[in-house]
């Protein structure tokens, strides 16, 4: 039986609500907050641009946008400084950051150091940028870019892959790291 079909069959029944809506605030923390309940993993998105290393992270990062071709995606803030950076670089590294790269991801979201001071890291000749050590590399480019409120939706078509499967993933929740133990 399919999830969709087990609604139907069993169908919500009234009771009285344990809590309620409020309207959404205009203070982006509140948002925030909310969303942050959500656990995601943590994406370093990276190339090597006139020789040099530029790095970012997002936790909005999201695989199977399409299988065929492969695409992911992610959203960027419009305010980023080092996305228009980025951006115009051939080819894109996004390295799914490891159950170990905790400091790793904060020092790539770093905006007063450098991002890349003893990191391990892999270029392709194209310039896409790998973290070492992640559980999955995807080689990207930039197919699309659309305008959504403060931030900016990035859809890249992924053009070749690496799958390290004894590496767990970094899990960002409640503005914390965290760690899944115990995947088979």
Same mark, same amino acid.
């Given at each position: 039986?399919? =999830? &969709?079909?087990? *609604? ?5 029944? #009234? ?6 809506? #409020?309207?959404?605030? +205009?203070?982006?923390?509140?948002? %925030? ?27 909005? =990062?999201?695989?199977? @946008?399409?299988? !065929?071709?492969?695409? &992911?995606?992610? !959203?960027?803030?419009? $305010? !980023? ?9 051939? %080819? ?7 159950? +170990? ?11 007063? %150091? ?7 890291? #892999?270029?392709?000749?194209?310039? $896409? *940028? ?8 995807? +080689?990207?480019?930039? *197919?699309?870019?659309?305008?959504? /409120?403060?931030?900016?939706?990035? @859809? ?7 799958? +390290? ?18 995947? /088979?």
């Amino acid at each position: 039986m399919s =999830f &969709v079909s087990d *609604l139907v069959e069993h169908p919500a029944q #009234t009771v009285p609500p344990s809590r309620s809506l #409020t309207a959404v605030s +205009d203070e982006p923390a509140h948002v %925030r907050g909310a969303f942050g309940r959500f656990p995601s993993g943590v994406a370093a998105i990276c190339a090597v641009v006139d020789g040099s290393p530029v790095g970012m992270v997002a936790s909005s =990062f999201s695989v199977g @946008v399409s299988y !065929s071709p492969a695409m &992911v995606m992610f !959203s960027v803030q419009n $305010a !980023s400084t080092t996305w228009p950076v980025l951006e115009g670089a051939g %080819r894109l590294g996004v390295s799914i950051l490891g159950g +170990d790269h905790a400091d790793a991801c904060l020092q790539l979201a770093s905006r007063s %150091r450098d991002r890349f001071a003893g990191l391990s890291t #892999t270029a392709t000749d194209a310039g $896409a *940028l790998f973290v070492d050590g992640s559980t999955m590399w995807l +080689d990207c480019e930039v *197919l699309s870019t659309t305008p959504a /409120g403060d931030h900016r939706i990035v @859809v890249m078509q992924v053009h070749g892959l690496s799958v +390290d499967h004894d590496a767990h993933p970094l899990v960002y929740q409640q503005q914390r790291f965290h760690r899944l133990s115990g995947l /088979g």
